[in-house]
């Protein structure tokens, strides 16, 4: 069994930054791939990015692509999410997400843990 929990959402101003955290305990994290997702308000899961268990390689849906970055510390059993220039409408509840496949996977049914959500609200 694994926990995640997310951390670092709150209030940001639109063009500003924030970092998310996702704490993962209960399996060697360093053999987990591990992955973002967001759900807005009326709006379905949504794919953010994703990461290799080594940190190598990582893959973010089209729209988040150099804004958003992936970086893990498996020392630390931690993975973030770096977000740039954030904005309105990148305001949603964000979800962290672990899988024991030995690939990244990009979609939910991929992922076999996840963790309860920290909210981000991006103001203009």
């Known amino acids: 069994q694994v926990q995640v929990v997310e951390s670092g959402g709150g209030l940001v101003q639109a063009g500003g930054s924030l970092r998310l955290s996702c704490a993962a305990s209960?399996?060697?994290?360093?053999?987990?791939?591990m992955g973002w997702f967001r759900q807005a308000p009326g709006k379905e899961r949504e794919f953010v990015g994703s990461?290799?268990?080594?940190?190598?390689?990582?893959a973010y849906t089209d729209s988040l692509k150099g804004r958003f970055t992936i970086s893990r510390d498996n020392a630390k059993n931690t993975m973030y999410l770096q977000m740039n220039s954030p904005k309105p409408e990148d305001t949603a509840i964000y979800y962290c997400?672990?899988?024991?496949?030995?690939?990244?996977?990009?979609?939910?049914?991929?992922?076999?843990?996840w963790g309860q959500g920290t909210q981000v609200t991006v103001s203009s």
């Open positions: 990461i290799s268990w080594s940190g190598t390689q990582t």
């Open positions: 209960g399996r060697t994290f360093s053999r987990l791939a």
């Open positions: 997400a672990a899988s024991s496949r030995p690939t990244i996977e990009v979609s939910a049914t991929g992922y076999d843990y």
